[in-house]
């Protein structure tokens, strides 16, 4: 039987198994997004003060599964089977049409060049089969099916930057004796091209980053369920064939490859790898528990435990050597963000923050309390067991929505 990984896709890009992520407007300079695990937090600021969208004004009740950042710096977000998009700086959501809404969106990828393009992977509500791609040219107002023959059971889609901008996904195909086979589908010029890769048996492909400035050029991490050794590799043929970068012997929860060409990598273990243009590896240096990581400017933005890092989200400005704390929810949040539609919905979810983390509720106000969602939490079904895999993604599916007791 083939596999799924619903509980692993479940994130902005496909890949990583965290809810955090730091989402850097391009016209926006100073404004900084990050989303958390109860909602959207928002510094127009460079970090030095926040606001937050609760999470229930973006979905209506619903846990939000990831966050995405077109190319018009609109928010988009998706929670079950549904596509929200805001353009106002998260006051008012629109949700899309066409997906099948009463499934699972495992993952969700804005296009970085055409703002009207957005695609998502949506698993049928029973996740007893595998992913269906969609994809949306209007900004998420409406989705249609986009259907590659033979896809198999999706993990990732992502699209690239430079052409001729072929759309990647990463999927499990079945192989002649009726095995797992992970591949590598590409997408260009209305045809598909399959990359096979036997010699990855039993384990699954993560898209996550596709070159900026080199279409072919992919960044995968390389992963197994039950299993805390990830590989960061690298494809510098349109996935045809791949190589090992990073094999840190942990589970890997970002990856950013900044605007100088720099990489750096992470992992919830308290490290951080960096490798420098030309330097040929990575070297590994102690940090934080990291959620993610973004880059601006040579500035590299850094997603902390608040609670065993002592901040949300830090930065650097020398490649991580040292970190200087941005967002601490018990400092840096000063309430609602100040439009109508946050202030009216959001009330009871600014006091379970304010009570939560100690602050004064006479800030803005919010509508429900802080929530550990448990996204993130690591399933670890055996491969290549299906029975077993969707008993897990059933049980770390409840435990997203139904976990409310925190924050981290």
């Known amino acids: 039987m083939l596999a799924t990984s619903i509980a692993s896709t479940a994130h902005a890009d496909g890949a990583f198994p965290d809810e955090f992520q730091v989402l850097l407007p391009r016209d926006q300079p100073h404004t900084i997004f990050l989303g958390a695990n109860f909602g959207l937090l928002q510094s ?28 018009d ?133 993560g898209i996550a980053h596709v070159d900026a400035n080199d279409s072919s050029t992919l960044y995968l991490r390389i992963y197994q369920f039950g299993s805390q050794d990830d590989v960061l590799a690298v494809s510098r043929d349109g996935a045809a064939t791949i190589t090992n970068l990073l094999s840190p012997g942990v589970e890997l929860s970002a990856f950013v490859e900044a605007s100088d060409g720099t990489l750096y990598a992470g992992s919830r273990a308290g490290k951080l790898w960096v490798e420098p243009p030309d330097a040929g ?8 528990h990291v959620r993610c990581l973004g880059e601006r ?38 309430g609602l963000a100040a ?33 550990n969602s448990g996204c993130g939490c690591n399933a670890a079904p055996a491969w290549p067991e299906l029975a077993v895999l969707l008993a897990m993604a059933v049980a770390w599916c409840s435990r997203r929505r139904g976990a409310r007791s925190g924050s981290s």
């Open 281 to 288: 590896s990575f070297a590994e240096i102690d940090g934080p």
């Open 44 to 71: 127009t600021d460079d970090g030095a003060t926040w606001t937050l969208v609760c999470e229930s004004l973006v979905t209506g009740g619903d846990n939000v599964l990831a966050y995405q950042l077109g190319a």
């Open 73 to 205: 710096d609109a928010v988009y977000a998706a929670f079950d089977g549904v596509v929200t998009r805001s353009s106002d700086e998260g006051c008012d959501w629109v949700h899309a049409s066409g997906l099948e809404t009463d499934g699972v969106v495992t993952d969700l990828f804005a296009d970085p060049v055409d703002a009207q393009r957005i695609y998502a992977l949506v698993a049928p509500p029973t996740l007893t089969g595998a992913a269906q791609p969609f994809v949306s040219n209007d900004g998420a107002a409406t989705f249609a099916p986009l259907l590659p023959p033979d896809a198999g059971y999706l993990v990732g889609i992502e699209s690239a930057t430079s052409a001729p901008r072929p759309l990647y996904l990463s999927t499990v195909l079945t192989n002649a004796d009726g095995g797992p086979l992970p591949a590598v589908l590409t997408l260009v010029d209305g045809g598909m091209v399959v990359h096979p890769h036997p010699e990855l048996a039993g384990k699954l492909i």
């Open 339 to 371: 439009c109508a539609p946050v202030q009216a919905a959001c009330q009871g979810a600014w006091e379970g923050f304010a009570s939560t983390f100690g602050l004064s509720t006479q800030a803005d106000g919010g509508a429900a309390k802080a929530s």
């Open 297 to 334: 400017d040579g500035t590299l933005l850094v997603c902390g435990d608040d609670i065993q890092d002592g901040y949300a989200l830090a930065s650097s400005t020398n490649r991580g050597t040292t970190l200087s704390p941005l967002l601490v929810f018990q400092h840096n949040v000063s």
